[in-house]
T-cell receptor, first 112, second 114 residues
């Protein structure tokens, strides 16, 4: 079975400081992992995805994530937060029959 | 990129009535679509997998007679919430599979049952 655990329900950072959103996964085989962002009253937007290629994945808006098999982690980072980054972020693992399993979400607050 | 639409974007219905939500893949064909439910301030929960030309497969705990899914064409899947009750109020999101481990999400439909 596949699952993801997002370790922080809320993260608050100041504008211009680094962002770290943590995600651990569980999978019986080599997983495909994703990060999505959901702004208030908006649809889900794909930030980046890992599908067994390079372990460091670069996404949109300056986000990147590193797949670490030994730690079963796929943490999302950004060097410098922007006010527009304030949103809900979901870590997702793809399982059998291409079903997506979502983490519980991390709400990112960016302080001016 | 691939675009998925949902209609309506929001709907209010009275308790006991049924409401249909459409999910369309606008610029690609999708043999598989998925339906999710999101409660306020919570994550998305996969409800069912919709397969074109065949019956949907439901996740454990999801009532198939309450949430009717029809995938009549390669670009359209519908979710009908039958005999809706206030506890069915939620945000329903569909996605369309565009490839292996690749899904595009619709903008969601907010259902309020009064």
């Amino acid at each position: 079975a596949q699952s993801v655990t997002q370790l922080d329900s809320h993260v608050s950072v100041s504008e211009g400081t680094p962002v770290l959103l943590r995600c651990n996964y569980s999978s019986s085989y080599s997983p495909s992992l994703f990060w999505y962002v959901q702004h208030p009253n908006k649809g889900l937007q794909l930030l980046l995805k890992y599908t067994s290629a390079a372990t460091l994945v670069k996404g949109i808006n300056g986000f990147e994530a590193e797949f670490k098999k030994s730690e079963t982690s796929f943490h999302l980072t950004k060097p410098s937060a922007h006010m527009s980054d304030a949103a809900e972020y979901f870590c997702v693992v793809s399982g059998d029959f291409n079903k997506f399993y979502f983490g519980s979400g991390t709400k990112l607050n960016v302080k001016p | 990129g691939a675009v998925v639409s949902q209609h309506p974007s929001w709907v209010i219905c009275k308790s006991g009535t049924s409401v249909k939500i459409e999910c369309r893949s606008l610029d690609f064909q999708a043999t598989t679509m998925f339906w999710y439910r999101q409660f306020p301030k919570q994550s998305l929960m996969l409800m069912a997998t919709s397969n074109e030309g065949s019956k949907a497969t439901y996740e454990q705990g999801v009532e198939k007679d309450k949430f009717l899914i029809n995938h009549a064409s390669l670009t359209l899947s519908t979710l009908t919430v039958t005999s809706a009750h206030p506890e069915d109020s939620s945000f329903y999101i569909c996605s369309a599979r565009a490839g292996v481990h690749e899904q595009y999400f619709g903008p969601g439909t907010r259902l309020t049952v009064t």
